[in-house]
T-cell receptor
Framework: NAGVMQNPRHLVRRRGQEARLRCSPM?????VYWYRQLPEEGLKFMVY????????ESGMPKERFSAEFPKEGPSILRIQQVVRGDSAAYFC????????????FGQGTRLTVV | DAKTTQPTSMDCAEGRAANLPCNHS???????VYWYRQIHSQGPQYIIH???NNETNEMASLIITEDRKSSTLILPHATLRDTAVYYC????????????FGQGTILTVHP
Protein backbone atom coordinates (compact mmCIF):
# COMPACT_ATOMS: atom_id res chain seq x y z
CA ASN A 1 0.00 0.00 0.00
CA ALA A 2 1.72 3.13 -1.18
CA GLY A 3 1.95 5.97 1.27
CA VAL A 4 0.88 9.55 0.80
CA MET A 5 2.49 10.82 -2.39
CA GLN A 6 3.37 14.44 -2.84
CA ASN A 7 4.81 16.03 -5.94
CA PRO A 8 6.89 17.70 -6.83
CA ARG A 9 9.35 17.18 -3.97
CA HIS A 10 11.05 20.46 -4.75
CA LEU A 11 9.56 23.44 -6.55
CA VAL A 12 11.22 26.69 -7.45
CA ARG A 13 9.09 29.64 -8.49
CA ARG A 14 9.84 33.26 -9.23
CA ARG A 15 7.93 35.92 -7.38
CA GLY A 16 4.53 36.45 -8.94
CA GLN A 17 4.24 32.96 -10.43
CA GLU A 18 1.77 30.29 -9.40
CA ALA A 19 2.68 27.18 -7.44
CA ARG A 20 0.61 24.00 -7.61
CA LEU A 21 1.32 21.29 -5.09
CA ARG A 22 -0.21 17.85 -5.48
CA CYS A 23 -1.10 15.24 -2.92
CA SER A 24 -2.36 11.73 -3.56
CA PRO A 25 -3.72 10.23 -0.34
CA MET A 26 -3.27 6.64 0.71
CA UNK A 27 -5.65 4.19 -0.92
CA UNK A 28 -8.97 4.20 0.85
CA UNK A 29 -8.39 7.54 2.56
CA UNK A 30 -10.98 10.21 1.92
CA UNK A 31 -9.66 12.87 4.31
CA VAL A 32 -6.76 15.13 3.34
CA TYR A 33 -4.94 17.74 5.40
CA TRP A 34 -2.36 20.33 4.42
CA TYR A 35 0.29 21.72 6.76
CA ARG A 36 3.03 24.29 6.27
CA GLN A 37 6.41 24.41 7.95
CA LEU A 38 8.28 27.66 7.62
CA PRO A 39 12.09 27.52 8.00
CA GLU A 40 13.07 26.85 11.63
CA GLU A 41 9.42 26.82 12.71
CA GLY A 42 6.84 24.23 13.64
CA LEU A 43 4.14 22.66 11.53
CA LYS A 44 1.00 24.73 11.12
CA PHE A 45 -2.37 23.42 10.02
CA MET A 46 -3.73 24.99 6.86
CA VAL A 47 -6.79 23.15 5.59
CA TYR A 48 -8.80 19.95 5.95
CA UNK A 49 -10.71 18.53 3.00
CA UNK A 50 -12.90 15.58 2.21
CA UNK A 51 -13.80 14.61 -1.32
CA UNK A 52 -15.14 17.73 -3.04
CA UNK A 53 -15.59 19.56 0.26
CA UNK A 54 -13.52 21.94 2.36
CA UNK A 55 -14.21 21.08 5.98
CA UNK A 56 -11.89 23.48 7.82
CA GLU A 57 -9.76 26.16 6.20
CA SER A 58 -9.07 28.15 9.33
CA GLY A 59 -5.31 27.97 8.79
CA MET A 60 -5.29 29.16 5.20
CA PRO A 61 -4.07 32.67 4.43
CA LYS A 62 -7.01 34.79 3.28
CA GLU A 63 -5.54 35.63 -0.10
CA ARG A 64 -3.67 33.80 -2.84
CA PHE A 65 -4.07 30.34 -1.28
CA SER A 66 -6.68 27.78 -2.28
CA ALA A 67 -7.13 24.04 -1.96
CA GLU A 68 -9.28 21.43 -3.57
CA PHE A 69 -9.83 17.70 -3.39
CA PRO A 70 -11.85 16.68 -6.44
CA LYS A 71 -13.88 13.53 -6.80
CA GLU A 72 -11.19 12.13 -9.06
CA GLY A 73 -7.50 12.87 -8.81
CA PRO A 74 -5.16 14.31 -6.22
CA SER A 75 -5.70 17.15 -3.81
CA ILE A 76 -4.19 20.41 -5.03
CA LEU A 77 -2.83 23.28 -2.97
CA ARG A 78 -2.54 26.35 -5.15
CA ILE A 79 -0.60 29.46 -4.30
CA GLN A 80 -1.07 32.38 -6.67
CA GLN A 81 1.39 35.22 -7.11
CA VAL A 82 3.95 33.67 -4.80
CA VAL A 83 6.12 35.84 -2.57
CA ARG A 84 9.40 35.03 -0.80
CA GLY A 85 7.53 34.49 2.46
CA ASP A 86 5.74 31.51 0.90
CA SER A 87 9.02 29.58 0.84
CA ALA A 88 8.42 26.62 3.11
CA ALA A 89 7.85 22.90 3.27
CA TYR A 90 4.26 21.94 2.58
CA PHE A 91 3.11 18.61 3.95
CA CYS A 92 0.00 16.69 3.09
CA UNK A 93 -1.55 14.02 5.29
CA UNK A 94 -4.46 11.64 4.83
CA UNK A 95 -6.64 9.45 7.00
CA UNK A 96 -9.56 7.09 6.46
CA UNK A 97 -11.65 9.07 8.92
CA UNK A 98 -11.06 11.70 11.57
CA UNK A 99 -12.05 10.06 14.82
CA UNK A 100 -9.59 7.88 16.73
CA UNK A 101 -7.32 7.28 13.79
CA UNK A 102 -3.89 8.33 12.73
CA UNK A 103 -3.00 10.63 9.85
CA UNK A 104 -0.20 9.57 7.54
CA PHE A 105 2.05 12.27 6.14
CA GLY A 106 3.79 12.58 2.83
CA GLN A 107 7.41 13.65 2.45
CA GLY A 108 6.46 17.18 1.59
CA THR A 109 7.03 19.69 -1.17
CA ARG A 110 9.75 22.22 -0.56
CA LEU A 111 8.80 25.47 -2.23
CA THR A 112 11.46 28.04 -2.85
CA VAL A 113 10.48 31.46 -4.16
CA VAL A 114 13.30 33.38 -5.81
CA ASP B 1 -2.55 26.89 20.33
CA ALA B 2 -0.96 23.65 21.46
CA LYS B 3 -2.39 22.34 24.72
CA THR B 4 0.68 20.35 25.68
CA THR B 5 3.98 21.07 27.42
CA GLN B 6 7.14 19.15 26.59
CA PRO B 7 10.81 19.59 27.48
CA THR B 8 12.72 21.35 24.75
CA SER B 9 15.39 18.70 24.44
CA MET B 10 16.52 15.36 25.85
CA ASP B 11 19.48 13.06 25.41
CA CYS B 12 19.55 9.29 25.48
CA ALA B 13 22.27 6.66 25.10
CA GLU B 14 21.88 4.18 22.29
CA GLY B 15 20.29 0.96 23.49
CA ARG B 16 18.71 2.55 26.51
CA ALA B 17 15.07 3.43 26.98
CA ALA B 18 14.04 6.96 26.06
CA ASN B 19 11.23 8.34 28.21
CA LEU B 20 9.64 11.48 26.82
CA PRO B 21 7.20 13.28 29.12
CA CYS B 22 4.24 15.43 28.16
CA ASN B 23 1.87 17.51 30.26
CA HIS B 24 -1.67 18.05 29.04
CA SER B 25 -3.48 19.24 32.17
CA UNK B 26 -6.44 20.74 30.29
CA UNK B 27 -7.28 17.63 28.30
CA UNK B 28 -10.99 16.90 28.08
CA UNK B 29 -12.72 13.56 28.31
CA UNK B 30 -13.10 12.96 24.59
CA UNK B 31 -9.59 14.03 23.56
CA UNK B 32 -6.83 11.60 22.72
CA VAL B 33 -3.09 11.86 23.24
CA TYR B 34 -1.17 11.40 20.00
CA TRP B 35 2.56 11.18 19.42
CA TYR B 36 4.30 11.97 16.16
CA ARG B 37 7.95 12.47 15.33
CA GLN B 38 9.78 14.32 12.59
CA ILE B 39 13.18 13.08 11.57
CA HIS B 40 15.28 15.88 10.10
CA SER B 41 13.03 17.54 7.51
CA GLN B 42 10.96 14.51 6.58
CA GLY B 43 7.19 14.30 6.91
CA PRO B 44 5.91 13.65 10.44
CA GLN B 45 5.60 10.00 11.35
CA TYR B 46 2.78 8.67 13.50
CA ILE B 47 3.99 6.75 16.55
CA ILE B 48 1.11 5.91 18.86
CA HIS B 49 -2.05 7.28 20.44
CA UNK B 50 -4.29 6.56 23.40
CA UNK B 51 -7.32 7.75 25.32
CA UNK B 52 -6.86 6.56 28.89
CA ASN B 53 -5.36 3.10 28.81
CA ASN B 54 -1.70 2.42 28.28
CA GLU B 55 -0.87 1.45 24.72
CA THR B 56 1.97 -0.46 23.09
CA ASN B 57 2.88 -1.09 19.49
CA GLU B 58 5.98 -2.13 17.60
CA MET B 59 7.49 1.33 17.89
CA ALA B 60 6.77 2.50 21.41
CA SER B 61 4.69 2.42 24.56
CA LEU B 62 2.41 5.18 25.80
CA ILE B 63 1.76 5.53 29.51
CA ILE B 64 -1.12 7.85 30.45
CA THR B 65 -1.62 8.82 34.08
CA GLU B 66 -4.90 7.96 35.71
CA ASP B 67 -6.02 11.59 35.80
CA ARG B 68 -4.96 11.90 32.14
CA LYS B 69 -3.10 15.12 32.82
CA SER B 70 0.23 13.77 31.65
CA SER B 71 1.74 10.96 29.64
CA THR B 72 5.08 9.42 28.78
CA LEU B 73 6.24 8.03 25.48
CA ILE B 74 8.71 5.21 25.90
CA LEU B 75 11.09 4.06 23.18
CA PRO B 76 12.36 0.85 24.78
CA HIS B 77 15.70 0.53 23.00
CA ALA B 78 16.63 3.81 21.37
CA THR B 79 18.80 3.77 18.26
CA LEU B 80 20.61 6.56 16.47
CA ARG B 81 17.77 6.61 13.93
CA ASP B 82 15.36 7.63 16.69
CA THR B 83 17.00 11.06 16.84
CA ALA B 84 14.13 13.37 15.92
CA VAL B 85 11.68 15.97 17.17
CA TYR B 86 8.87 14.28 19.10
CA TYR B 87 5.47 15.92 19.26
CA CYS B 88 2.82 15.21 21.86
CA UNK B 89 -0.59 16.32 20.58
CA UNK B 90 -4.00 16.41 22.17
CA UNK B 91 -6.49 15.59 19.45
CA UNK B 92 -10.21 15.12 19.23
CA UNK B 93 -13.23 16.79 20.72
CA UNK B 94 -13.98 19.81 18.59
CA UNK B 95 -10.63 19.79 16.83
CA UNK B 96 -11.02 16.77 14.61
CA UNK B 97 -9.04 17.13 11.45
CA UNK B 98 -6.58 19.60 12.92
CA UNK B 99 -3.40 18.41 14.57
CA UNK B 100 -1.83 21.25 16.56
CA PHE B 101 1.93 20.80 16.65
CA GLY B 102 3.82 22.56 19.41
CA GLN B 103 7.59 22.89 19.57
CA GLY B 104 8.09 19.26 20.57
CA THR B 105 11.09 17.62 22.22
CA ILE B 106 14.34 17.28 20.34
CA LEU B 107 15.57 13.80 21.25
CA THR B 108 19.23 13.13 20.54
CA VAL B 109 20.40 9.55 20.80
CA HIS B 110 24.15 9.24 21.43
CA PRO B 111 26.37 6.25 20.56
Amino acid sequence: NAGVMQNPRHLVRRRGQEARLRCSPMKGHSHVYWYRQLPEEGLKFMVYLQKENIIDESGMPKERFSAEFPKEGPSILRIQQVVRGDSAAYFCASSPETANTEAFFGQGTRLTVV
Amino acid sequence: DAKTTQPTSMDCAEGRAANLPCNHSTISGNEYVYWYRQIHSQGPQYIIHGLKNNETNEMASLIITEDRKSSTLILPHATLRDTAVYYCIVYGGTSYGKLTFGQGTILTVHP
